[in-house]
């Protein structure tokens, strides 16, 4: 893989690159998950039905997010 140097980039051409990059990651998350479920689908036959999940996945959250989820105040029972 080449390497690219982040700091000489404009911030289009950043956005971009994390654009593509979103692009790509989804496109191999959705193709892993097809594989799964396949292999879920063949692993059913030998045994009790395999539950299969109809929420999408949840994008965990940042580690930015969290700080500032716990530094919130919280109402105190008196």
Same mark, same amino acid.
């Given at each position: 893989?080449?390497?690219?140097?982040?700091?000489?980039?404009?911030?289009?051409?950043?956005?971009?690159?994390?654009?593509?990059?979103?692009?790509?990651?989804?496109?191999?998350?959705?193709?892993?998950?097809?594989?799964?479920?396949?292999?879920?689908?063949?692993?059913?036959?030998?045994?009790? =039905?395999?539950?299969?999940?109809? @929420?999408? =996945?949840?994008a965990k959250a940042k580690k930015s997010d969290e700080?500032?989820?716990?530094?919130? =105040?919280?109402?105190?029972? @008196?």
């Amino acid at each position: 893989m080449a390497m690219i140097d982040l700091d000489s980039l404009s911030i289009e051409e950043l956005a971009s690159l994390r654009e593509h990059a979103s692009d790509k990651l989804f496109e191999k998350v959705a193709a892993r998950r097809a594989e799964l479920e396949a292999e879920l689908d063949r692993l059913a036959q030998y045994g009790k =039905p395999v539950k299969k999940s109809d @929420a999408a =996945p949840v994008a965990k959250a940042k580690k930015s997010d969290e700080v500032k989820e716990t530094k919130e =105040p919280v109402a105190r029972a @008196a």
